[in-house]
């Protein structure tokens, strides 16, 4: 259906400015009309961006072909052009992926005016967007203004029909009749016929039978064979609904003459046959009598030829009365009194299924109950009734005739079922004190029978919202220990692990998961929950050891529901023992299988920074960047300066520029200032801001920072010269620091191969002589 919706959109002539322009040259004289000449710079630009291939112009284009006619709408609202401006300016956003603008925009239109094609256009896109995002009954509002606005039939039969298809998906019964008959009433619609059936059913299914005999019989003249068929049938059992009789037979009449329903005509002839008896009109039984021999099931056949006797008797016919009564004697031997008959009639009323049983089997008690209460006939009768009432739901009518009941005047095997029936009888009507003493009754009479299990399901589900749970559990261990049944005993388990969790018995809530281990053929969603929570127990316990291939063995299994679940107790466990390894392992997976779950930020700062210091900065710093995106990281240097230091040490010289600065806006003592300093130096170096780190660096050494730090900052101002492409200005850091701040061997070295690189570097004649110094 969404491929149909927006297949009505394609085809759609949607307006566009080139078949709009109508205005042919005149001689009238030139004049200033601001809002033309603003709505035809919106025209512009909107045709311009419609011809143009280049995305990033067409793009333009649309941006300002939506900016003008924004303006144009602003200045000049009600401007004959207004409603072409509101659609074109719609255009213009949903070619810009602005849906909602877009959206905005084509509402306007649909709603502000009444008529045109502009005002079908927007409706139409609004029809269609809401169809394909299931917005059904903004949908169907949308297509019934598409139906009143369209001149093009085909579009105003699709948005009707479709607008019924919006309500049918919403079950706005109401809503759904009334689209039907739009569509119905719209002339020359290919979905008229379709809709009749479906309003003709619908009629029937909400309980309105006269109004769906109307419309089957309508639509019992279609060509189509098949709902022909189905309509004659249906008139038929509408107009018997009805209670009708007089137009029901004629409806049955026509149901046997269709071809399509020629399985059903054994049936059909006997109802026919059977509204012509409760008239007496015996020519007419006999005349639906003879229309054929069906086919029919036994005991049909022989209501039909009891009928048929009884129409021929009345008519004085003995010959054909006799005939049938042999037929009759050949298939049901033997006579009956009239008691005997009525029994016969009621019983044969009830294993027909006839909707009068009930009717008959009450008249029937109430004529005989009296002066045969114990004959086993009449309890008989009425366990046949309690049992028809309890198979229909209706179950106080069926508890009336269970407590009538002598079980001693009927075939003993009905006890069972008669007490089971009972007991469920008092379940379905929340008899609570009742159910359970109808189940106790039933497991004390027949404790080995299969259905003591179900019943003793009921029970416990009826004692453990009762604040009974032990007798629940007693029950639930009664079945597991007396049934053979796998799935069962899975399913009981798990409930008892229920109430277990429930009442906040862990030892056995711990054990009942361990057997529901050890079924068979355990599905993984199952087996990987008894896993978790086995895990969760003993971690409940501190045993962190023993919880973890539990807790692991449940993710494997179930990686959808665990990995979140599982996967934040693991770490945690792990940064409670500072086992590296594990928790940056199970950092690691989470992030990778279940990235929307939450980690703690502290944990993340202290993973990143402990393998940052141990040297592992590519490892530890996306720990550390992740960690510090939590305002509690505001008042900790260390670990800024370690990200600082990793961002550095990576090559991410904007993360390190970031870092230093919060790291300088945090240290108090100069010496560390003037580190930070020196980090953010070096983060400018390496984004190629040049001035920026000689400032850094010049701050930094304002603070005098004594020893290693020292030599770093002033090496760092040669290095950044140098950066630049100045080796004459880096030369003076490198001589200064060589000849009187380096102070070990190892300084010295490094100071005086900076000299060396440098003055090559520099390569005049004087740079040369001074390296021979150097060399």
Same mark, same amino acid.
């Given at each position: 259906?969404?491929?149909?919706? %927006?297949?009505?959109?394609?085809?759609?002539?949607?307006?566009?400015?080139?078949?709009?322009? /109508?205005?042919?040259?005149?001689?009238?004289?030139?004049?200033?009309?601001?809002?033309?000449?603003?709505?035809?710079?919106?025209?512009?630009?909107?045709?311009?961006?419609?011809?143009?291939?280049?995305?990033?112009?067409?793009?333009?284009?649309?941006?300002?072909?939506?900016? &003008?006619?924004?303006?144009?709408?602003?200045?000049?609202?009600?401007? !004959?052009?207004?409603?072409?401006?509101?659609?074109?300016?719609?255009?213009?956003?949903?070619?810009?992926?602005?849906?909602?603008?877009?959206?905005?925009?084509? +509402?306007?239109?649909?709603?502000?005016?009444?008529?045109?094609?502009?005002?079908?256009?927007?409706?139409?896109?609004?029809?269609?967007?809401?169809?394909?995002?299931?917005?059904?009954?903004?949908?169907?509002?949308?297509?019934?203004?598409?139906?009143?606005?369209?001149?093009?039939?085909?579009?105003?039969?699709?948005? @009707?029909?479709?607008?019924? *298809?919006?309500?049918?998906?919403?079950?706005?019964? /109401?809503?759904?009749?009334?689209?039907?008959?739009?569509?119905?009433?719209?002339?020359?619609?290919?979905?008229?016929?379709?809709?009749?059936? &479906?309003?003709?059913?619908?009629?029937?299914?909400?309980?309105?039978?006269?109004?769906?005999? +109307?419309?089957?019989?309508?639509?019992?003249?279609?060509?189509?064979?098949?709902?022909?068929?189905?309509?004659?049938?249906?008139?038929?059992?509408?107009?018997?609904?009805?209670?009708?009789?007089?137009?029901?037979?004629?409806?049955?009449?026509?149901?046997?003459?269709?071809?399509?329903?020629?399985? *059903?005509?054994?049936?059909?002839? @006997?109802?026919?046959?059977?509204?012509?008896?409760?008239?007496?009109?015996?020519? +007419?039984?006999?005349?639906?009598?003879?229309?054929?021999?069906?086919?029919?099931?036994?005991?049909?056949?022989?209501?039909?030829?009891?009928?048929?006797?009884?129409?021929?008797?009345? @008519?004085?016919?003995?010959?054909?009365?006799?005939? %049938? #009564?042999?037929?009759?004697?050949?298939?049901? !031997? /033997?006579?009956?009194?009239?008691?005997?008959?009525?029994?016969?009639?009621?019983?044969?009323?009830?294993?027909?299924?006839?909707?009068?049983?009930?009717?008959?089997?009450?008249?029937?008690?109430?004529?005989?109950?009296?002066?045969?209460?114990?004959?086993?006939?009449?309890?008989?009768?009425?366990?046949?009734?309690?049992?028809?009432?309890?198979?229909?739901?209706?179950?106080?009518?069926?508890?009336?005739?269970?407590?009538? %009941?002598?079980?001693?005047?009927?075939?003993?095997?009905?006890?069972? /079922?008669?007490? #089971?029936?009972?007991?469920?009888?008092?379940?379905?009507?929340?008899?609570?004190?009742?159910?359970? &003493?109808?189940?106790?009754?039933?497991?004390?009479?027949?404790?080995?029978?299969?259905?003591?299990?179900?019943?003793?399901?009921?029970?416990?589900?009826?004692?453990?919202?009762?604040?009974?749970?032990?007798?629940?559990?007693?029950?639930?261990?009664?079945?597991?220990?007396?049934?053979?049944?796998? =799935?069962?005993?899975?399913?009981?388990?798990?409930?008892?692990?229920?109430?277990?969790?429930?009442?906040?018995?862990?030892?056995?809530?711990? $054990?009942?998961?361990? =057997?529901?281990?050890?079924?068979?053929?355990?599905?993984?969603?199952?087996?990987?929950?008894?896993?978790?929570?086995?895990?969760?127990?003993? @971690?409940?316990?501190?045993?962190?050891?023993?919880?973890?291939?539990?807790?692991?063995?449940?993710?494997? *299994?179930?990686?959808?529901?665990?990995?979140?679940?599982?996967?934040?107790?693991?770490?945690?466990?792990?940064?409670?023992? +500072?086992?590296?390894?594990?928790?940056?392992?199970?950092?690691?997976?989470?992030?990778?299988?279940?990235?929307?779950?939450?980690?703690?930020?502290?944990?993340?700062?202290? *993973?990143?920074?402990?393998?940052?210091?141990?040297?592992?900065?590519?490892?530890?710093?996306?720990?550390?960047?992740?960690?510090?995106?939590?305002?509690?990281?505001?008042?900790?240097?260390?670990?800024?300066?370690?990200?600082?230091?990793?961002?550095?040490?990576?090559?991410?010289?904007?993360?390190?520029?970031?870092?230093?600065?919060?790291?300088?806006?945090?240290?108090?003592? &100069?010496?560390?200032?003037?580190?930070?300093?020196?980090?953010?130096?070096?983060?400018?170096?390496?984004?190629?801001?040049?001035?920026?780190?000689?400032?850094?660096?010049?701050?930094?050494?304002?603070?005098?920072?004594?020893?290693?730090?020292?030599?770093?900052?002033?090496? $760092?101002?040669?290095?950044?010269?140098?950066?630049?492409?100045?080796?004459?200005?880096?030369?003076?850091?490198?001589?200064?620091?060589?000849?009187?701040?380096?102070?070990? !061997?190892?300084?010295?070295?490094?100071?005086?191969?900076?000299?060396?690189?440098?003055?090559?570097?520099?390569?005049?004649?004087?740079?040369?002589?001074?390296?021979?110094?150097?060399?």
């Amino acid at each position: 259906m969404k491929t149909s919706a %927006l297949l009505l959109v394609l085809t759609l002539s949607l307006p566009t400015f080139a078949q709009d322009r /109508g205005d042919a040259p005149t001689d009238t004289p030139l004049t200033i009309d601001p809002a033309r000449d603003l709505f035809d710079l919106a025209t512009l630009n909107y045709n311009s961006a419609r011809d143009e291939k280049d995305p990033e112009k067409q793009k333009r284009a649309y941006l300002g072909a939506a900016k &003008a006619f924004d303006k144009f709408l602003r200045q000049f609202p009600l401007d !004959p052009k207004a409603l072409e401006a509101w659609y074109f300016l719609g255009m213009s956003y949903r070619n810009l992926g602005e849906d909602k603008a877009s959206r905005t925009c084509f +509402e306007t239109a649909a709603t502000r005016w009444q008529t045109g094609k502009y005002v079908e256009a927007s409706a139409l896109f609004l029809a269609s967007d809401d169809y394909r995002t299931e917005n059904w009954r903004s949908a169907a509002q949308w297509f019934k203004v598409v139906a009143e606005t369209t001149d093009n039939n085909t579009i105003k039969h699709q948005s @009707l029909y479709r607008r019924f *298809l919006c309500f049918h998906k919403l079950e706005d019964q /109401g809503s759904m009749i009334l689209a039907l008959k739009a569509v119905i009433e719209d002339k020359g619609s290919p979905y008229t016929e379709t809709a009749r059936l &479906a309003l003709a059913r619908l009629y029937r299914d909400t309980s309105s039978p006269r109004e769906a005999h +109307e419309q089957f019989a309508r639509l019992a003249d279609s060509k189509d064979p098949k709902i022909r068929a189905e309509a004659t049938l249906q008139a038929a059992l509408t107009a018997q609904t009805l209670g009708d009789k007089k137009l029901s037979k004629t409806w049955f009449r026509k149901t046997l003459g269709e071809k399509e329903l020629k399985d *059903l005509n054994g049936k059909t002839q @006997l109802a026919l046959m059977n509204f012509h008896y409760q008239d007496q009109e015996w020519p +007419e039984v006999i005349e639906a009598y003879q229309a054929g021999r069906f086919e029919l099931d036994q005991k049909s056949h022989l209501q039909m030829l009891i009928i048929a006797a009884k129409a021929y008797d009345a @008519l004085g016919k003995k010959e054909e009365v006799d005939q %049938l #009564y042999a037929e009759i004697s050949r298939l049901s !031997p /033997g006579s009956a009194t009239s008691f005997e008959a009525a029994y016969r009639v009621l019983v044969t009323e009830h294993e027909k299924e006839n909707p009068n049983f009930p009717r008959t089997a009450e008249t029937f008690l109430k004529t005989y109950a009296g002066e045969k209460s114990d004959a086993p006939k009449i309890h008989s009768a009425r366990l046949l009734l309690a049992e028809h009432y309890y198979a229909a739901q209706k179950y106080e009518a069926a508890l009336d005739h269970y407590r009538l %009941l002598d079980l001693t005047k009927v075939d003993p095997s009905n006890a069972l /079922g008669v007490r #089971y029936h009972v007991a469920k009888t008092q379940l379905a009507l929340k008899n609570e004190k009742g159910a359970l &003493a109808a189940i106790e009754a039933f497991i004390k009479s027949f404790p080995d029978a299969k259905q003591s299990i179900q019943l003793r399901l009921d029970r416990a589900a009826l004692l453990a919202p009762l604040g009974r749970e032990t007798e629940a559990i007693n029950d639930y261990q009664a079945i597991l220990k007396n049934t053979t049944d796998q =799935k069962l005993k899975q399913t009981l388990t798990l409930r008892l692990a229920a109430i277990y969790q429930e009442e906040e018995d862990w030892p056995n809530f711990a $054990l009942t998961q361990q =057997k529901i281990l050890q079924f068979p053929d355990l599905d993984g969603k199952t087996a990987a929950a008894a896993h978790f929570w086995l895990g969760w127990n003993e @971690l409940r316990l501190k045993k962190t050891t023993e919880a973890i291939p539990f807790l692991r063995k449940a993710r494997t *299994l179930d990686p959808k529901t665990f990995t979140a679940k599982v996967g934040p107790l693991l770490i945690k466990e792990a940064f409670a023992q +500072e086992d590296l390894g594990i928790l940056e392992t199970e950092i690691t997976l989470l992030q990778k299988e279940s990235p929307e779950t939450k980690i703690s930020p502290d944990i993340l700062r202290w *993973l990143g920074a402990k393998l940052v210091k141990d040297g592992h900065a590519a490892r530890g710093w996306p720990f550390l960047r992740q960690g510090l995106t939590d305002p509690a990281s505001e008042n900790s240097p260390l670990v800024w300066k370690l990200y600082a230091q990793s961002s550095l040490t990576l090559a991410k010289h904007r993360e390190a520029l970031i870092a230093s600065e919060k790291l300088l806006s945090l240290e108090k003592n &100069a010496y560390r200032k003037a580190e930070a300093l020196a980090f953010k130096a070096r983060s400018h170096i390496g984004l190629k801001q040049f001035n920026e780190a000689r400032q850094a660096t010049a701050k930094a050494l304002d603070f005098r920072p004594q020893g290693d730090l020292n030599i770093r900052l002033r090496l $760092l101002a040669g290095d950044i010269d140098i950066a630049d492409g100045k080796p004459g200005e880096a030369i003076r850091h490198y001589i200064i620091v060589e000849s009187t701040y380096a102070q070990t !061997p190892a300084d010295k070295k490094e100071a005086r191969e900076k000299v060396i690189s440098t003055l090559k570097a520099i390569g005049t004649p004087k740079a040369l002589e001074m390296l021979k110094d150097y060399q």
